[in-house]
């Protein structure tokens, strides 16, 4: 059955999706752990993602919902790259279609492991028209493709805007369809290019026996845009879009993921993410923050924040499900990842030493 796994690996997102036709995406790796500290209760993701191959050397899709660090985090050391050869050693793990955010090739300035995967996103998008899907079409990239001599003609079937869904995947052959929810073309053009303002945001929709299982991934995505997400999503008629029965909580459960005030003791969410948390979510739905454990106090100003963190809870209780944290699943002692399973009753979550625990979700399916 299909799987959905995301990693104990500090404030930082992973997701690893296996399908049952062995197809596999992977959104974002960030490789946060460091070997040389004994303490460090964050997972090798390098070794997990290369253990959930058992071999293989090719995802079908990598993406990155944009270029910060804890979403790409030693993605040059451990992925073949077709840009430079010295990225082409025989043990490297390639990418047979690489997803980007629009910025992510427009993006000036950049360095590390940004630069490196914007290098490979360009290459991908200009020289070799292939091997890429870009989200948003700002005007931006139509200059961008021109001032290289590429007729911006020539790579609209590597663009995808919000509304659209993804044409590397589909239902009937896949089990799953994913749908663009964000970035907007508009966000895209702003030159300041702001990472968080521009990822990609997504719904994913399992089919297994006629049952429907809604995933949404939300990146780092603040809440002034994930209310323009709402707000367009549902002036276009698409409400079941932003049905959800497994929400990837946006940034590491950040306040300002929700509202403009951390509140005292809950974050109260502006009134368009109100509906999409309250009234979208299905029963039994989980709540997955992808995040270090949860603060007792307010010492901080980063994510996560126990405001944002109670409300989530409450979200997770109204509808019977569970808001869980990944560097505390099972245990903030010992984490390790999170696997779901999406099955024709809904989806579970695997026990490791074998089963699944009753948790159960997933909305009925509806015709069309």
């Known amino acids: 059955m299909p799987a959905v796994t995301f990693f104990p690996i500090g404030n930082a997102d992973t997701c690893f999706i296996e399908l049952a036709n062995g197809r596999r995406v992977l959104f974002d790796f960030a490789d946060m752990h460091n070997p040389d500290d004994k303490d460090d209760k964050r997972c090798d993701l390098e ?13 079908d899709v990598v993406a990155f919902t944009h270029l910060d660090t804890d979403h790409c985090n030693r993605a040059k050391e451990v992925f073949w790259l077709q840009h430079a050869e010295k990225y082409q050693s025989d043990d490297r793990i390639k990418i047979k279609t690489m997803w980007v955010p629009a910025t992510a090739i427009l993006e000036e300035g950049v360095k590390g492991q940004a630069r490196t995967l914007r290098t490979e996103a360009r290459y991908r998008f200009v020289e070799k028209g292939e091997g890429i899907r870009v989200f948003g079409r ?3 990239l139509d200059d961008f493709l021109k001032e290289r001599g590429v007729d911006p003609a020539k790579r609209r079937n590597l663009i995808s805007d919000a509304g659209t869904l993804c044409p590397e995947f589909n239902q009937a052959a896949d089990g799953v369809e994913f749908f663009v929810l964000a970035p907007f073309a508009d966000h895209c053009d702003d030159d300041t290019y702001k990472r968080n303002d521009t990822a990609i945001f997504m719904q994913a929709t399992f089919k297994v026996d006629e049952r429907l299982t809604r995933l949404i991934l939300s990146a780092d995505c603040p809440h002034e845009v994930i209310d323009d997400i709402v707000r367009v999503t549902r002036k276009h008629g698409n409400d079941e879009r932003l049905m959800w029965d497994i929400n990837n909580v946006p940034h590491h459960s950040s306040y300002l993921s929700l509202g403009p005030d951390k509140g005292d003791e809950k ?8 509906w999409l948390y309250e009234e979208q979510g299905q029963d039994g739905g989980l709540l997955v923050s992808t995040s270090s454990p949860i603060p007792d106090n307010d010492d901080s100003d980063q994510p996560p924040h126990r405001q944002a963190a109670n409300y989530y809870k409450g979200v997770a209780s109204e509808l019977g499900g569970q808001f869980l944290v990944t560097m505390q699943h099972p245990s903030q002692k010992s984490p390790k990842p999170l696997t779901i399973e999406i099955g024709s009753k809904g989806y579970s979550v695997k026990k490791l030493a074998g089963g699944s625990a009753a948790i159960i979700g997933g909305a009925a399916p509806r015709a069309g």
């Open 138 to 140: 700002p005007d931006a």
């Open 267 to 274: 974050t109260e969410p502006v009134e368009r993410l109100r």
């Open 47 to 59: 070794k997990e993602i290369r253990d959930r191959l058992n071999g293989d050397k090719e995802i």
